[in-house]
T-cell receptor, first 120, second 114 residues
């Protein structure tokens, strides 16, 4: 079974520039998550999709961050314009179904390798 | 406020030694607790998962314990290997509701020295 794919793996940009990350979840996984992980910290949820609908985007800085999952499969996360404090690893994860499933095991998240963003 | 706190923040041990990592949480209502291993430059990978009714769960040299009464969990690593060098993250999920949350700890950075 193929894992969660992310690209690019690394990105270096200057502040005020724009950047986009792409994620392809595991086939059949209804739920997709984007996390921001700053060095030395645990992942912080930015946005959670259930199919192509947004479940939770309460911690997404909406003035500069946006995300979409138009067809309920792959997803893009965009930052425009980037700030120095956006330097982090952006992780994408997917799970079968965190709610409504018959078993709590459905909420196990499988993570991609992440995209390391450096803003200069 | 739902929180997950891990200790120690970092740990260095010699190869072959055992170690125990701690996780305390205040998440309620509780659904399950997972331990993830995150190698440098990679995404987290699940090691164990436990619900409130489970006290212990093993995965090879990794053994997780859960005390739902005191809201504490530990991850014990036996006979450590160099490949165990990684961050270990405790993740607690709320019981399913209309707005379930998954809360991540900050992780423990473990370094194994030869």
């Amino acid at each position: 079974e193929a894992g969660v794919a992310q690209s690019p793996r690394y990105k270096i940009i200057e502040k005020r520039q724009s950047v986009a990350f792409w994620c392809n979840p595991i086939s059949g996984h209804a739920t997709l998550y984007w996390y921001q992980q700053i060095l030395g910290q645990g992942p912080k949820l930015l946005i959670q999709f259930q199919n192509n609908g947004v479940v939770d985007d309460s911690q997404l800085p909406k003035d500069r961050f946006s995300a979409e999952r138009l067809k309920g499969v792959d997803s893009t996360l965009k930052i425009q314009p980037a700030k120095l404090e956006d330097s982090a690893v952006y992780l994408c994860a997917s799970s079968l179904n965190p709610r409504g499933g018959a078993s709590w095991t459905y909420n196990e998240q499988f993570f991609g390798p992440g995209t390391r963003l450096t803003v200069l | 406020k739902n929180q997950v706190e891990q200790s120690p923040q970092s740990l260095i041990i010699l190869e072959g030694k055992n170690c125990t990592l701690q996780c305390n949480y205040t998440v309620s209502p509780f659904s399950n607790l997972r331990w993830y291993k995150q190698d440098t430059g990679r995404g987290p990978v699940s090691l164990t998962i436990m619900t409130f009714s489970e006290n212990t769960k093993s995965n090879g040299r990794y053994t997780a314990t859960l005390d739902a009464d005191t809201k504490q969990s530990s991850l014990h690593i036996t006979a450590s290997q160099l490949s165990d060098s990684a961050s270990y993250i405790c993740v607690v999920s709320e019981r399913y509701s209309s707005a379930s949350k998954i809360i991540f700890g900050s992780g423990t950075r473990l370094s194994i020295r030869p």
